[in-house]
């Protein structure tokens, strides 16, 4: 995609070019006034004590030589709340300042609903951030736009890295000739959780006996959604992340479509399959589960699975913390089999350096750090790991303790091993916001599916052709 790099379009539907602004517009790095300090070289320990003491309580720089490293500020954009996540991600930050006593490392949370509009904005800004997390969905605009910084000088040339340990086809997003522009902290397929206690109350087989008895499939989970509403009035299912509706309309389409032959587009991204006749179907499997059987939530209403809301509901490994107190019991698999077979739907977020950073060398460093075989370890009891000697480490199998073995084993890594990722284009901003009035009056009672999915095809053609 190619684009002006002096030109400004409207922020709120031109994401890519507020990107463009940053290697224009950035201010220059502000130079701090040098620190001096007194280096103590027969322990490393002490030098690390003496330089912070004399940061803290000296007024003016002590008469030496030598001088200090000059305070280094990364901020680091993610779209996660969650209280375990930032607990492991701040300690990651300590870590790596235990060497670097100089770097400070600040996580921002932007509601993932507006991360690609503000992390835009905030990268064409006076204060760009240094990294970020960043979705398989937004990675081609942003690629192309060239707001990433290259990783591969840093992770490539480190034997205690170890490069080759990433796995190459999980990879495939960033590896650009000999440039590495990101590295993945999770591939993370789509799964389903359930609540055991509704489908017990309502005399029916829990989806891990469907799987057992080779019954799982998606006809099945409807039929089950639905005696769960008749007979406990709880709503029977509800969408990947509750968002359907809203921001994760692309992910809830992937899992439909794709398990009945279909797709958003096709490979290429040049041609819509939403209005193909598999595709037809799946949208309208889901829509007769919200206006004909009731069993699934409808627009508008507020419902969460984690509180005991709704019995089925796709979503990730990630959010598995969130069912630590849970007041019911509660179980998870891979998601079920269609007309087509089975279909493993892939979420990947990665890890990037900002080209506007103004702590290049630094950030890049940290970014090698914290995606590290050791860390990477860490990581995995919420994220699954693309490095080979997680996956493989039995280790991996208990890494969280949330999920049984068994599960990991027999659904994680099969679905990591044989999953999709979920759609991407360069487009991708555009064509969701293009798509989206569409699908919002289809929701509604007598909508005919088709006909929408008709016009759904329309509104994103001239942009696949872009």
Not at 144 to 155: I, K, Q, S, T, Y
Not at 284 to 289: A, F, G, L, S
């Amino acid at each position: 995609m190619k684009s002006a790099i002096h030109r400004m379009p409207v922020l709120a539907t031109v994401v890519i070019t507020l990107i463009l602004v940053i290697t224009a517009c950035a201010a220059p790095p502000v130079i701090e006034k040098p620190v001096i300090q007194t280096q103590v070289v027969e322990k490393q320990v002490m030098v690390t004590q003496v330089v912070e003491k004399q940061v803290v309580v000296t007024a003016t720089p002590a008469p030496v030589p030598t001088k200090a490293a000059q305070p280094v500020n990364l901020r680091f954009t993610i779209w996660s709340s969650n209280e375990k996540h930032l607990a492991m991600l701040n300690g990651f930050a300590a870590a790596y300042k235990a060497t670097h006593p100089n770097v400070t490392v600040q996580f921002d949370t932007i509601p993932f609903a507006d991360y690609a509009t503000k992390l835009a904005v905030q990268l064409a800004g006076s204060n760009p951030p240094d990294a970020g997390w960043m979705p398989e969905s937004l990675a081609v605009p942003f690629l192309e736009a060239g707001a990433m910084n290259d990783l591969g000088p840093r992770v490539k040339n480190d034997a205690q890295y170890d490069f080759a340990d990433l796995s190459k086809p999980a990879m495939s997003l960033y590896l650009k000739g000999d440039a590495v522009m990101g590295i993945p902290f999770s591939t993370s397929p789509h799964f389903m959780y359930y609540n055991i206690d509704l489908f017990t109350k309502a005399g029916i087989d829990t989806p891990d006996k469907m799987y057992a008895n080779k019954q799982w499939t998606w006809d099945n989970l409807a039929k089950a959604a639905k005696t769960i509403k008749d007979k406990t009035g709880v709503f029977g299912f509800q969408s990947v992340s509750a968002g359907i509706y809203k921001e994760y309309l692309t992910q809830s389409l992937a899992e439909f479509t794709r398990a009945w032959g279909g797709d958003i587009w096709d490979a290429e991204g040049k041609t819509c399959l939403l209005s193909k006749p598999e595709s037809v179907a799946s949208v309208q499997w889901y829509y007769d589960m919200v206006f004909k059987d009731k069993s699934a939530v409808p627009p508008g209403e507020e419902v969460d699975f984690f509180s005991g809301g709704a019995a089925l509901r796709p979503g990730y490994l990630s959010e598995v913390s969130r069912l630590e107190k849970a007041t019911f019991k509660w179980g998870v698999i891979r998601l079920p089999e269609g007309p087509a077979g089975w279909s493993s739907v892939i979420g990947q977020s990665s890890i990037v350096a900002f080209k506007a950073s103004r702590n290049q060398e630094t950030v890049i460093d940290f970014i090698a750090f914290m995606t590290n075989k050791e860390n990477s370890k860490t990581m995995a009891q919420f994220f699954p790991s693309i490095r080979k000697s997680v996956l493989e480490s039995p280790d991996f199998l208990k890494a969280n303790p949330l999920v049984p073995a068994d599960m990991m084993k027999d659904h994680v890594v099969p679905s990591i091993a044989n999953g999709r990722l979920l759609p991407t284009h360069t487009n991708f901003e555009k064509i969701r916001l293009a798509i989206t009035p569409i699908f919002d009056a289809m929701w509604k009672p007598n909508a005919n599916v088709q006909t929408s999915m008709d016009k759904a095809c329309e509104a994103m053609k001239p942009l696949l052709n872009k």
